[in-house]
C-alpha cells in the first residue's frame, strides 16, 4: 500500500509539503496542491485515505517532529521514515524546524502545547536543560529527544552510538595496517565530540598504537577555510595514511582539500567518511563511510513513542543505534615487508647516471626461477624483468619453473648455483622446503625474491622481496563479495582456500575471512575447504554445493582453481551462485564480460611487478638495496571496468572477443 513517501517522492516534492496539504497545516500553493492531488491519486494513497476516514481514524491525532532543518541528509531521511512509519499507526506527522536556534524553539515549544491534536513529539533539542521542556512536560505530552542528548533524567532519547561508530572505523584502518591516522572531529555542542574521541583512543590503545596530538585536528566553529587550513597543514607537515572523518560537514570539507591538493584517493592516502549523503556512493572512488542507520532511528523512535502516546508502557530512558560501515574503494591495506618493513613504492627505485654506467659496464647475468609457470601471469611477470634488464645490458642466462614443486625447484636451484649468476630472482614454492637452499645459495649470490621470504631467513640473506599487496588483495576480494550482497539477508556463503604451505595465497585467504567475518554481518561463511592441488577444486566445490545448496556465493583463492569450481557449478545446473577471486585471465575475463557466475576479482599487476623485480635486481647489483620490501597495489576488476583494467595490467588492449560481449550486453 502507498504511503506518503511515495506521494511526495511521485510529486516531487518534500514529505513536509504532503503532509501540510493533508492536513491543512500551512499554505500550499495551487501549483503543489495539484502535484500532491494527482500523485495521491496516481499511487493509490487516496484509497488508504478512504480507508481511513470508513473506519473513523482520527485525523486530528497529530505528531510533530521537531528538527534543525532538512538540510541535513540524516535528518531528511529520518523524518521520512518517521513519517512513515507513525502514519502507518494511524498518526499524522507535521514538521517544524528551529534552525539549531532556542528562541524558534521556544516559539515551536508553545504552538506545540496549545495544539490539541498533538499527542506526542520527537524533538531535536538545541536547548539541554529541562526548563526549556517544561511546558511540555507538564501537560503530559510524549517527547522523545532524537541524536542529541540533554542535561536532565527522565526523557527518552534514541540517538546513534558516535563513539561505537568511530571505534568501527578506526579498527576498519588500524586491521588494514594504518597506524598514521588523522582524525578530524568538529568541536561543538551537538557533535558529541568527546565520545567519538573516546572511541577513537579505545581502538588504538587495543592496537597498542600510541595516541599521535599531532595527527589530530579539532575544528571549532563552521567556517570552511578553518577546515581546509587545518587538514592542508596535517596533510602537508605530518602525511597521514589516511584520514577518518567525524562528522558529514567534515567530510565534505576533507574531499574539497585531497582534490584542490590533486591528492590521490586511496593511492596516496586512504580515507573514511561520515554521513549519510548519497554522493559518496557515485563519486570516484566511491567513498567507504560510517553511515546512521535510518531504518533502525526511525524503527525505534517510533516504537518509543506509540507506546508512550498509546500508554502501553513506560519509555525506554536511552536507545543507542549502532552506525555500520559502508565499504567501498576509498581505503587501501597497507602491506608489511617479512620483517615488518613498510612497503616502498616501485616508483621510488630510481637510479643515477653513475648507477647506470656500473650498470652498462659489466657483464651481469640473471637466472630467474619461478615456482609455476604457462600462464599469462607468469609470461607478463618476466616480460617486465626483461624490459628492465635489458635497459642496462644484463643478461638473462637461465628460467626455471617449478611447478608448485619444492623439491624439484630445491633441485632447479642448485643447478642455477652452479651457473654462478650475480643474482637469482626467485619465487619460493613454500615457506620451509626450499628455505635450506636458499639460504646456501645467499652466500654465493644475491637473492631477489618474488611474493614472500621463505622462512627462517635474515634480512642480511636477501636483497629485497617484491610483492603484490597480499593483504590487500584479500581484502579487495572480501569487499567486492560483500558489497555484492549488502542489500540481502542471511547470505551462505562457501570458501575455498589455498591448503598448500604458500605464504602469499595463504595471507590472502585469511585477510578475506577476516573482512568478511568482522565487516559484513549478513553474510556466513557456512562452508569452509581448503585445496592442495588445483585440480582438487572441482570435487571440493561439488560436494560442498551438494551439501550446503543454500550457498548463493563463493570465495575461491585464485582464477585457476575457480575455473575447476565453475566447471562443478555447471554441472550441477547451479550457475546462479556467484564466485569472486584473484587474478586476472582470458577466461575470468570472458565470465566477467558477460557478468555470469564471476562478478569480481582482485588482480596483481604481473607486468608491474616483473618491472620492480628487474629494478630490484639491478640495485641489488650495484650494491644499493636498502629497500627491503616493495610492494605493488593489486588492481580491483569487476564487469564495469574490465576493458580499461585489462589495458592497464596487461599492457594491451582487451581481446576483440571481450569487447564484443560487452558491446553485445550493453545493446
Partial sequence: MATIKDVAKEAGVSIATVSHYLNNTRYVSPELA??????????????????????GAVNSSEIALVVPSFHSTLYTKVVSELADLLEQEGYQCVTYFHKNDTAKEAGIINNLVSNKNIVGIVMVPVSREKKSFKKIIQKGIPLVFLNRRVHFDGQPVVFTDGKEGIYKG???LLKAGHEDISFIVKDDEFSNTQEKMEGFRLALKEYNIPFNQDLMIVIKGSDPQEYRKKIQQVWNESKPTTFLAGSNKVTIELMKVMSQLDVSIPDEVSIIGFGDGEWTDIITPPLTSLKHDIDEIGKQTAKVLVDAVQNRRE????IQVPMYLSINRSTQVIGKGPFGEKPVSPKDLTLSSKDIDQLTSNNFRVAISFHYGGTAWRRLHENGIR???????ISIISITDAHFDPELQVAQLEGLRMQKPDVIIAIPADDELTAKQFKRISKETKLVFMSHVPEGMQRNEYSACVSVNERESGYNVAALLGNYFK??????IGFIGHGAPFY???LRDAVAKDVICSDFPNIEIVSEQYFYKIERTYEICKEMIQQRPDITGLYISWDQPALQAIRALKELGREDISIFTSDLGIEMATYLAKNHIVKGLSSQRPFEQGMAIGLAAVKALIDKDKDKYIAVQPYTVESKNLLKAWKDIMSEPAPSEIEEIIKHRIT
Fill in 34 to 55: 495539484e502535484k500532491v492531488q494527482t500523485a495521491i491519486a496516481k499511487t493509490g494513497y487516496d484509497e488508504k485515505i478512504k480507508k481511513k476516514q470508513k473506519f
Fill in 387 to 393: 624490459k628492465i634488464l635489458a635497459q642496462y645490458g
Fill in 315 to 318: 519509555m525506554e530512558k536511552e
Fill in 170 to 172: 578506526c579498527l576498519h
Fill in 504 to 506: 602469499g595465497t595463504h
Fill in 487 to 492: 542489500n540481502s539477508d542471511n547470505v551462505k
